[in-house]
């Protein structure tokens, strides 16, 4: 996307599903590099988007510039991220927008290939021992809001199979688990593992 389309995306307040806004983080902080790694995994699965930092998550107004350090959202940083959580390890872009003469960093995040992006890693535990961000082994896809989710059992047995992530998903489920229902307490099968890894 040219660089003057992407400054629209900073001063549009998108509601398409394909753009996050998030407001000016330190991404050196481990939950909210697992937050990111979620929103990075279920745009890809969705078909690919763009997260964009410093523009406020509930107003989608930006919020000028920041005094935090610009090497927090540089490629590097945010390919660390990919790297530490998901699989494939997609490959993300950062680029520049500018608006009202604020650069915005945005990330281009391409879409998956022939198998969904996959949560590899647990994010950090809260206070009570709860996994913040991203669970090991689940797929993210865009919902409504817009936000990232979780696909759940009822997404995976055809009611909202609308993307190639939630199609192989319930490939996996009646390849692997029959008729079962998948719960939150059943481990998918050491099978399941080596099909969405191979």
Not at 39 to 63: C, K, M, W
Not at 76 to 105: C, M, N, T
Request: with cysteine; proline share 7%; aromatic share 8%.
């Amino acid at each position: 996307m040219p660089g003057s389309d992407l400054s629209e995306l900073i001063a549009g307040k998108s509601e398409d599903l394909g753009v996050e806004y998030k407001a000016w983080m330190d991404t050196s902080q481990p939950e909210v590099r697992a937050k990111l790694a979620r929103h990075i995994a279920a745009l890809s699965n969705h078909g690919g988007g763009y997260l964009i930092f410093g523009v406020d998550d509930t107003t989608r107004e930006p919020q000028g510039a920041t005094a935090l350090d610009p090497s927090l959202f540089s490629q590097d940083a945010i390919s660390a991220i990919v790297k530490r959580y998901l699989d494939p390890r997609i490959q993300v872009r950062v680029e520049q927008a500018e608006h009202a003469g604020v650069l915005y960093p945005v990330v281009i995040v391409p879409s998956h290939g022939a198998r969904p992006v996959i949560a590899v890693n647990d994010g950090p535990q809260d206070d009570k021992g709860r996994r913040v961000g991203i669970r090991q082994g689940k797929i993210y896809i865009r919902a409504a809001g817009p936000e990232s989710v979780q696909i759940k059992h009822t997404r995976m047995t055809g009611i909202y199979c609308s993307n190639v992530a939630c199609r192989t998903a319930r490939i996996y489920w009646a390849r692997f688990c029959g008729n079962r229902s998948p719960t939150p307490r059943r481990r998918a099968p050491a099978a399941a593992i080596s099909f969405w890894l191979r």
